[in-house]
């Protein structure tokens, strides 16, 4: 009797219902065609280094980013299409549907949560390390107040630079073009991923005049796999997975392989949770 003397109730409730029902047809559209069709397209960010590149004598994707999306590919029993991103649009490409998913040195914070799903089990944890001349002077993320520093559109590490420690942010299409400035004198300092900083400056001849001489990481935040919103069932089917690498030691195994170093101790952490059934 009340929803018959208050049709807008009735409405709402319909409208709500109608809602959810779309909703959970959202959340089975990406899981589904993947299943269907066999195969998954992963976007990958590839920077050069052993977290992503291009073999020259294959062709082929290899490296971390590209590793962990083709495991990915096999836990959900399909074949993985790789699809090389950039950071200023590899979200784009997901929300577009260009890709079904993001493996992209893209680590979980609010702003992103907001317009993304994403699987809540991490595989990797990373913060922002600088790269600056040995001769700059910089020793602290304070000294870079008032000072140029490149970063890659869309980095997550653009805010608390400029809004923490004063740094003017030069914002570049990739972390290529980014570090390049920095050779090129356009910035006091380039900051991204420490595991992109750090393998270049140790392995590179060609970086033997730089350095990363800040020790604390800026942003240090969890790395995931990224859907888009809503998709419950992809976000469950792709968290399992990740799961299974910890509990069976498969990523500590890779990151020793590619020789990923320091060891990320939240893999050594999330190992021993999964083993016990956490």
Known sequence: MAIRNTPGLARTAIT????LAAGAAQADATLDKVKERGTITIGVLVN???FGSLDPATQQLVGWNPELARELAKGLGVKAELVQ????TRTQFL??????????????NPERAEILGYAPTPFFRVGGAAATLKTSGIAKWEDLRGKPVCVSQGSSFARPLSADYGAVVKGFKSSSDSLLALRGGQCVAAVHDATLIHPLLRNNPEWAGYHAPIAAEV????SVVWTRKGESDTIAAVDKVVRDWHRTGWLIATEKRLGIEPPQPLLQELNARYKQGG
């Open 16 to 19: 709500l219902a109608l809602a």
């Open 48 to 50: 050069g280094g052993v």
């Open 85 to 88: 991103v950039q950071t200023a």
């Open 95 to 108: 929300i577009s549907g260009k890709v079904d998913l993001l493996i992209a040195s893209m680590e979980l």
């Open 219 to 222: 942003l240090p935040a969890n």
